[in-house]
């Protein structure tokens, strides 16, 4: 009675089976459907690709098996219901996650749905099932092929005379196929792999007459061939120990190089793997998989080490003696070592990280412009007469009921200001608190205008630039065209040039150049003052502070030098250049350095780049009758002021990237409370800039 209650039970699977291809193909080939479904796209479409495929499959052979009046159906119905289960597990991490929901709309609450109709059928089948077979023996029945072949055979002996000499016919052939020297038994393998290579290549082939294969078909079937070859085989081997679809022949099984079988397969069945989790893959060792020949490397590279690390643990079981196991231990271990410190970085390179939070009442709107100046020809051009163009950002006080998202902090081509690859945090994992032209905050409020040094570009001033807006000033941050290592200017990405980043830093090239950074501060100024429909109105530009870092920190001076709005210049660890370190500055100037740079306190000139920037330094301030606030900060170094700080660098790394022991946020904060208390003081009247109790590791020198 228990077997005919799971017979009768099995054709409720293959009802399973029948409602869940149904919804499977409705949302995956109709694509007013798809374009609304959270698991349209990898990895869970991969998934779906393959499940779409064998459900039905297997579904069919099932009913034969059944028709048939065969016994042992259990190892059946669970893998018919296990794939569908597994399938709808799957979708529902993509609803979980919430993936693509602005595009679901009524129809993808629809889909969602349908997919909790078949999960809560699968769920009755699956409990059903178990209940019906509990403490039923699972017996192991005949080759499912050969069955399947039987089975047909009797149905098509009940159409007449005719009907049983086709029975006949292909009795012969599953005879010859099945069995015989050169049966399928004999070489279950190559028989499932030529099978894979088959049905993928029919489906290449629907798949080019149907959508087309794009612009390199050659490329994208050679690809599709070798993915879909691969998850088949991946499903199908499982399947086959499981169901015992094709069971090979006692002198079949596989007695030689049982390592290298175990590699092959995990070489094989990483292929879907990879494929799925391309994206995530790709940008946790830094490779975004961005055509064809990426995807072929990136699938390559995850086979060779799927099956390396299978080949040498296998190996080890295989040994008997402990030194051998020892020997063959070493490499494995030292595969796992590098595997694992890749995944390490990988996911500290992906991992959302945030600039220290503004202080200010105000919340922060960020807005951008491309602006051209006209008057001036752009000698750092590699084409002569160009104007000079630039890529300002700006930030700026909003009201403090702002609540929509924050903008991103590196967009587009703007990620590729940071250089240090997988060994770093990726700059469209930072987060920032500015909301993209959001509205401003009622008032009028003093411009600051900000450079950075060489090579750098204005968004890696966020953390700064946010704070001082958070207080209730206008923040122009200008990225030096051609000097930056990228900047962004009509939505294209632009390198540096010789001219803008001289390869050799002699003082009368930087003395030139620092003329021209100077210009682009007044030029950018006098753009604020009428900076468009959003900033019109809210921006004194009357008088100005000018900020820089490095060399940025130089152009700051020189232009407060040369501009009579300029009411005060910060100069972040640059060493000074231009005209302005021999006539000086009647404005105030900050000085702001790390110890012992020769900048900003007492230093010990211990070779030519020191004596340089002590004597520039002294003979600045000498020159100098405005007031001159300095300032040193313990355990800082060069990008301390910038915010590398705030992104993941690993510590063996801080050396390279010039940072020093100081926590990076904590380093970001006390900079932003020594800059706006010195903006204060210079655009607002406020009291002149004195030591802060709350960062002791900032000392006047």
Known sequence: MGEERVRRLSWWCVGCAVLFTAFVVATTQVQALRAHSPWQDDPYDVVVSFTQLLVPALAVAFAIRIAAARQDLLRGAWALVGMVAATAATDWVAVGLRVHEDRWGGTGRLLIAGLALVTLVALAVAAAMWWAGRGTRVPAGPDWVEDVLVGIGGLVARCGTAGRAAARALDRVRRVVVGGRHGLRRHHLATVVLASVAVSAWFTVAEALGDGLGPHPAEAAAMRLLIGTA??????????????????TRSAAPARRPALVCAGYAAIASVPVAVGFRDGIGALVDFPVTGWGRLAGLIAAIAVLAGLVTLLAQTIRQRRSRLAKALVAVPLALVLTIVGTVGYLGVRHVLPRTLPAPTGPYRV???????????????????P???RELSVWAWYPAPAGTTQRPAPYAPGHWARMLQFGILAGRLDAVR??????????????PLVVLEPGLGLAAPQFSALAEDLASHGYVVAGITPTYS????????????????????????????????????????????????????????????????????GGAAALQSCHDDPRCAGAV???????????????????????????????????TDATDRDIDTASRTLRAASTGPTFRYEVSGAKHFNFTDYGAYYIPTPLHGLAQLGPIDGDRCLAATSAYVTAFADHVLRDGPAPHPDPRYPEVQPT
């Open 231 to 248: 998850g088949i085989v991946t499903a199908l081997i499982p399947l086959n120990a499981y169901l015992g679809v094709l069971r090979p």
């Open 365 to 383: 709107g960020r807005t951008t412009f491309d602006w051209t100046d006209t008057a001036r020809t752009d000698p750092l051009a590699p084409e």
């Open 385 to 387: 007469g160009r104007q």
């Open 432 to 445: 920032t608190h500015s909301v993209a032209d959001a509205r401003v905050a009622d008032g009028r409020f």
């Open 484 to 551: 930056a290592s990228v900047t962004v200017l009509h939505g294209q990405p632009v390198g540096r040039t010789a001219a803008g980043n001289p390869p050799e830093l002699s003082r009368d090239a930087l003395d030139q150049l620092v003329t021209l950074w100077a210009a682009d501060f007044r030029f950018v100024t006098g753009q604020m003052a009428d900076a468009g429909e959003l900033l019109a109105g809210h921006v004194d530009a009357s008088r100005v502070a000018y900020i820089g870092h490095s060399f």
């Open 571 to 605: 100069d972040m660890d640059g060493t000074p250049y231009g005209t302005v370190v021999h006539q000086g500055l009647t404005a105030p100037m900050m000085l702001l350095g790390t110890p012992g740079d020769c900048l900003a306190g007492a230093c010990h000139p």
